[in-house]
């Protein structure tokens, strides 16, 4: 019974730590984490969590659209 829960946590936390590798790895080249990606992916907007917490900012900016059509 040892063993299986000491697998089970190993798998658990190599899960954790691929994730954790991968949202570096996001932040690093793009500036924006995996969560950040899946936001902006999901709304159409730019959303970066790093960048509100530095600025204040709004998590989430949407980009403006105009209307062209004069009726």
């Not at 996001?26 to 730019?46: L, N, Q």
């Not at 969590?49 to 949407?62: A, D, P, S, Y």
């Amino acid at each position: 019974m040892r063993l299986i829960l000491a697998l089970t946590t190993a798998l658990i936390l190599q899960g954790c730590a691929a994730y954790t590798v991968a949202s570096v790895g996001s932040i690093v080249t793009t500036g924006k984490g995996i969560g950040d990606h899946a936001g902006s992916a999901a709304t159409g907007g730019d959303c970066n969590v790093i960048k509100h917490l530095l600025t204040g900012q709004f998590v989430c900016e949407m980009p403006v659209t105009y209307n062209q059509n004069p009726f």
